[in-house]
């Protein structure tokens, strides 16, 4: 039996399902919209055993012998929604999201892909260094908390783009001018500043030993982000062995590699994404890799689970790896790349932004938390959500709505905690302000008063002013007994409980349903 | 000096840091990557052992540094308290993603290696250590997911034994001791702190890779370990 663990809305999976019952695969599809309804329970020690339940159906977990992994947070499925993140249904949902990619590290059974192999696009310089491992190129690359760093590396490089260093969602940006000025906001944590690379954007994805490839022209910095049209591409087959090379390396059975081919031949990497949102290059390439990837669930051989192969991406170089010559398929990109008859290569309509990795040295506001609607919830098929669980990668093709230039300091990190602009921001610093404006110019401009008695009266008025409001800070310190609810606002407690509900899926990872008593 | 990667107030990074007082020991919180000072170029085979870091605060060339010891196995939100509430979640992944890339390509030794699953280590679960015990041939207890209430609550006795480099200490027999050894290498580490319960034969309850390093005999181990390996 094949497992497919994923949301309804989510047309990369919905592609690999159609493709499985092309083939009258038996198939469990595990529906993140009915997460409450559904339960998982497993046994290790010598062997991994349990159950899983889907909803009047019970699964014995040794019958899987491969899943396809692709979930979002259950957490945001409408069902689940709707009582909040830290209701017993919340936690349900994480616990089966958990519980779910828990087995499929432990598993004997084939997985696309293993969790902890998918980890290690949590670090792109980590990754990077199993891509360079794979003989290919990639960009000089700066980690700083260092303004001046930044300053000298841009100086050094002329052409240089930043972007996040986890697989949290960003856009990888140029280092412009208007940048330049921000370049301050690092010290708060480092940031990665990499030279612009030239040339065309060419996306590899890797299914078992089967590559396949199209290129991309965009006009932006990042094609996920931009106007881009994708055609296949005939990749070089000694390319097609160093992209075989990263993913083995990487522990990856399947993935989307992205390459960029200089004008003077030379190919970097950028990223191995570990859960390639296929269905977004184009519909020759999403039928041919949803084909692939539910012929290798059918056939293919299983990896080890991971305390017998751990799959990290340090190994200090990569096998010379070619591509599978006895598979009549391997280079399945025609052997000229086809063109379209209309339009001349292939305009991605308007779809869902990915589950994608991370902000740039930006913040991931604008991208991650807009209240989009998640593919669970079968009755759209808005955007995708990014969540914790989605170590899902970076596709997209969509023309996303830019980045207003306002939100360049928002993302441009973190902020101290600052007195000054809480001070400012909470309205207090404006109604001081305007308080003053208006003893001292009403009064002139009426001339009831004149310039010396306005100035001493706002004096007056604002030293009694001053005198009260300390007066009622010490009556509310000293008579009210310490209660930490009491003293927070709405809003605070608010965002504990939204901080709270960020680290249940890292609890669950780190400790399992131990941490959960201690967590609620 | 020796870096100690751990967190403010936690007794084992500090106590690392007090009993290698005369090694220039230092400890390198999560605080100190809100810092201005850190410099890494993670690529460059010329500028690898030129970078800068930031230890207690203070700035520190790549080149001073000796050897690393982690003891923390991610960045979570509660560590930055520097950082405005709503930009935490973020700027925590990029700091373990920025640690990972760091500890994986500074050229001094790490104790116990990163893998993108913790930053100490090889980052098993429960049930990785149980499956590989099991495939060793190691008693041990089946360890269940979820888990229920009445489990964890037995108190039937127990014992730890700790691997720190060569050294097996607190093992009851050379059976036990080899287990322990056993499961250090099929981890790919060099330090283990395995639980057992005391029954015949003993059955591994669980294990991790940073071992109580309060102790002095541990953190003497760790350090004969790092000086061992010392390019």
């Known amino acids: ?520 | 000096m020796i870096v100690v990667i751990g967190r403010v107030g936690e007794e084992v990074p500090e106590s690392l840091v007090d009993q290698w007082r005369s090694r220039d020991a230092a400890l390198l919180s999560p605080g100190d990557l809100s810092q201005p000072g850190w410099r890494h170029v993670p690529f460059s085979a010329s500028d690898a052992g030129d970078g800068q870091a930031v230890v207690a605060g203070e700035e520190v060339a790549m080149s001073d540094i000796e050897a690393v010891v982690s003891t923390i196995d991610t960045i979570t939100t509660a560590d930055l308290p520097q950082i405005v509430r709503q930009d935490r979640a973020y700027v925590a992944a990029e700091m373990r993603a920025f640690l990972l890339a760091w500890l994986t390509t500074i050229r001094c030794p790490v104790l116990n290696p990163p893998t993108p699953l913790s930053l100490a280590g090889c980052g098993w679960r429960p049930e990785h250590w149980a499956l590989a015990a099991g495939a060793l041939g190691i008693p041990t207890e089946t360890v269940a997911e979820p888990v229920e209430e009445d489990q964890g609550a037995r108190d039937d006795g127990g014992f730890t034994v700790s691997q720190v480099g060569e050294d097996v200490v607190d093992a009851p027999s050379p059976a036990v001791a080899g287990w322990v050894r056993q499961l250090t290498a099929a981890a790919g580490m060099r330090t283990l702190h395995a639980e057992f319960r005391d029954v015949t034969p003993p059955r591994l309850v669980s294990a991790r890779v940073v071992p109580d390093f309060r102790r002095a005999e541990l953190a003497a181990a760790a350090l004969a370990a790092l000086d061992g390996t010392r390019p």
């Open chain 1, 1 to 520: 039996m094949i497992a497919v663990h994923g949301a309804p809305g989510d047309e990369t999976t919905a592609l690999v399902l159609e493709a499985l019952a092309r083939r009258g695969a038996p198939v469990s599809f595990i529906n993140q919209a009915e997460v409450l309804s559904q339960s998982v329970h497993f046994e290790a020690d010598s062997e991994v055993r349990g159950n899983l339940e889907l909803g009047d159906r019970t699964i014995d977990l040794r019958d899987v012998t491969a899943a396809y992994l692709r979930p979002y947070d259950s957490a945001d499925a409408p069902a689940v929604a709707v009582h909040g993140a830290l209701s017993p249904e919340g936690f349900h949902a994480r616990q089966v999201d958990s519980l779910m990619l828990r087995w499929g590290d432990v598993t004997p059974a084939l997985v696309i892909n293993r969790p902890s192999a998918m980890a290690s696009n949590d670090s792109k310089p980590f990754q990077a260094r199993a891509a360079r491992a794979a003989e290919f190129m990639v960009p000089d690359t700066l980690l700083t908390t260092e303004p001046q760093a930044a300053r000298d590396f841009h100086a050094t490089h002329g052409d240089v783009v930043f972007k996040s260093i986890s697989s949290v969602r960003s856009i990888a940006t140029r280092l412009d001018d208007d940048a330049l000025t921000h370049l301050d906001d690092v010290r708060w944590c480092p940031t990665q500043f990499q030279e612009h690379v030239p040339g065309t954007d060419v996306r590899v994805h890797v299914v078992g030993r089967r590559t396949f490839a199209c290129e991309i022209e965009s006009d932006a910095d990042d094609y996920r982000y931009g106007n881009s049209t994708m055609r296949p591409y005939n990749l070089p087959a000694e390319v097609a062995g160093r992209c075989l090379a990263l993913a083995m390396n990487l522990g990856l059975e399947v993935t989307g590699i992205d390459l960029r081919r200089t004008p003077d031949e030379r190919w970097y990497c950028f990223e191995a994404n570990p859960s390639p949102a296929f269905a977004h290059f184009g519909e020759e390439i999403a039928s041919l890799v949803s084909d692939a990837v539910a012929d290798h669930l059918i056939t293919g051989a299983p990896t080890r689970p991971l305390p017998f192969a751990q799959a990290s991406g340090s190994a200090p170089s990569a096998p010379e790896v070619q591509p599978d010559p006895s598979e009549p398929e391997a280079p399945a990109e025609p052997a000229e790349p086809e063109v379209p008859a209309e339009p001349s290569g292939r305009n991605v309509p308007e779809a869902p932004a990915e589950p994608d990795s991370g902000p740039a040295l930006p913040k991931p506001e604008p991208t991650t938390r807009e209240p989009q609607r998640s593919p669970i919830d079968d009755t759209t098929q808005a955007s995708p959500i990014p969540s914790p669980t989605a170590k899902e990668p970076t596709m997209s093709t969509i023309p996303t709505p830019a980045e207003p230039e306002k939100t360049l300091i928002q993302k441009i990190i973190p902020k101290q905690t600052d007195p000054l602009g809480k001070f400012i921001r909470t309205g207090e610093g404006w109604l001081v302000f305007a308080f003053n404006l208006a003893l001292l110019i009403v009064p002139i401009v009426t001339s009831s008063l004149s310039p010396a008695t306005a100035v001493e009266w706002a004096a007056i008025l604002n030293g009694v002013t001053v005198v009260a409001r300390s007066g009622l800070k010490i009556a509310a310190v000293v008579g009210t007994p310490p209660s930490p609810v009491s003293q927070k606002t709405t809003s605070e407690i608010d965002a504990i409980a939204e901080e709270l509900a960020q680290q249940l899926p890292e609890l669950l990872d780190r400790g399992g349903a131990r941490a959960v008593p201690s967590a609620s």
